[in-house]
């Protein structure tokens, strides 16, 4: 078992930026490749970012390419997930995922979520 912990959700203007973290604890967080989605009222859950378990690899969906960063301290069993340049419609509520098979962009593809938490962006 894997038990995710997200933080650093809250509220920010426009143009303002926010860092999310995710604490992992359990099995031995550098086996797992790492996912970032989100969730908007009355949406699906959307990918993202993604890394792989040495960190060396990084995915991002094109609507957050260039803007969002994820990065990863095995060390301290977190991910993390800078967010810049936000915009109203990154508001929703943030999870972490983690899976034991490579870096996906799909839902299915992680074995362990966290609880989320919120992100809202104001005009």
């Known amino acids: 078992q894997v038990q995710l912990v997200e933080s650093g959700g809250g509220l920010v203007q426009a143009g303002g930026s926010l860092r999310l973290s995710c604490a992992a604890s359990?099995?031995?967080?550098?086996?797992?490749?790492m996912g970032w989605f989100r969730q908007a009222p009355g949406k699906e859950r959307e990918f993202v970012a993604a890394?792989?378990?040495?960190?060396?690899?990084?995915y991002y969906a094109d609507s957050v390419k260039g803007r969002f960063t994820i990065s990863r301290d095995n060390a301290k069993n977190t991910v993390y997930l800078q967010m810049n340049s936000l915009k109203p419609e990154d508001t929703a509520v943030y999870y972490c995922?983690?899976?034991?098979?490579?870096?996906?962009?799909?839902?299915?593809?992680?074995?362990?979520w966290g609880q989320g938490t919120q992100v809202t962006v104001s005009s």
């Open positions: 995922a983690a899976s034991q098979f490579s870096m996906s962009t799909r839902t299915d593809n992680y074995n362990y």
């Open positions: 359990g099995r031995t967080f550098s086996n797992y490749a």
């Open positions: 890394i792989s378990w040495s960190g060396g690899t990084t």
